[in-house]
């Protein structure tokens, strides 16, 4: 009688909402009851729900989520339980609508039917999905710096080591100025190339 009543009551105050979806099934599965916002945003599917078996709003394969989702309800009768299920948009594509399932019992506390609580997360879905999508980039583009900086840790310091090495034993030859003037220049070239490789190599792997 108390699940009843707080049903009846749940209905008055969000009948008309512009936000929740409210709807009810009795135990055929059948549709007894949908709020103005769900009428309003489904009409394209059918102009009356009223009597109408729940499946016909929804994805095919989200009607085994919906029958387990209700026999979780009956086992638990206190307590809501969650489903995302994707509904007809009218236009062959479906927006994705988050549900809480309640199981209604009558005067006689017998399985009456299932309230269902909702609301449209399609655009929330989709941002998800866009964040989703720019992290993976972000990872990815960040293994591709992290390669980078290997290979000029690596494999470029590598020869330049060996070039640096060579400069400093033609530095301890004895050779004219001129050989001398370009050797200095080759080593402080080569230590500010060899700078310029370890500051990516430290801000890459910060």
Same mark, same amino acid.
């Given at each position: 009688?108390? +699940?009843?009543?707080?049903f009846e009551e749940t209905?008055?105050?969000?009948?008309?909402?512009?936000?929740?979806?409210i709807v009810a099934? +009795?135990? =055929?599965g059948k549709y007894t009851y949908i709020n103005s916002h769900y009428a309003k945003e489904f009409y394209s599917i059918n102009n009356s729900f009223v009597g109408k078996p729940y499946q016909i709003s929804m994805h095919p394969d989200d009607i085994k989520t919906c029958e387990e989702v209700s026999a979780k309800c009956f086992g638990a009768p206190d307590e809501l339980f969650p489903a995302t299920i994707r509904k007809h =948009?009218? +236009?062959g594509g479906y927006i994705i609508t988050q549900w809480e399932y309640k199981a209604i019992f009558d005067e006689e506390n017998k399985p009456a039917g299932i309230f269902c609580l909702g609301y449209n997360i399609t655009k929330y879905e989709e941002e998800k999905k866009q964040l989703n999508y720019a992290e993976a980039e972000i990872l990815k583009k960040s293994a591709i710096l992290k390669n980078i900086a290997f290979q000029q840790s690596h494999l470029i310091r590598a020869p330049l080591t060996n070039?640096?090495?060579?400069? =400093?034993?033609?530095?301890k030859m004895e050779v004219d100025n001129n050989i001398n003037n370009i050797c200095k220049m080759i080593l402080e070239s080569s230590n500010k190339l060899d700078k310029v490789?370890? =500051?990516i190599v430290d801000l890459t792997y910060k």
């Amino acid at each position: 009688m108390e +699940n009843m009543k707080y049903f009846e009551e749940t209905k008055q105050i969000l009948d008309k909402s512009r936000f929740f979806f409210i709807v009810a099934t +009795n135990m =055929d599965g059948k549709y007894t009851y949908i709020n103005s916002h769900y009428a309003k945003e489904f009409y394209s599917i059918n102009n009356s729900f009223v009597g109408k078996p729940y499946q016909i709003s929804m994805h095919p394969d989200d009607i085994k989520t919906c029958e387990e989702v209700s026999a979780k309800c009956f086992g638990a009768p206190d307590e809501l339980f969650p489903a995302t299920i994707r509904k007809h =948009d009218g +236009n062959g594509g479906y927006i994705i609508t988050q549900w809480e399932y309640k199981a209604i019992f009558d005067e006689e506390n017998k399985p009456a039917g299932i309230f269902c609580l909702g609301y449209n997360i399609t655009k929330y879905e989709e941002e998800k999905k866009q964040l989703n999508y720019a992290e993976a980039e972000i990872l990815k583009k960040s293994a591709i710096l992290k390669n980078i900086a290997f290979q000029q840790s690596h494999l470029i310091r590598a020869p330049l080591t060996n070039i640096m090495g060579l400069v =400093d034993i033609l530095d301890k030859m004895e050779v004219d100025n001129n050989i001398n003037n370009i050797c200095k220049m080759i080593l402080e070239s080569s230590n500010k190339l060899d700078k310029v490789i370890r =500051d990516i190599v430290d801000l890459t792997y910060k």
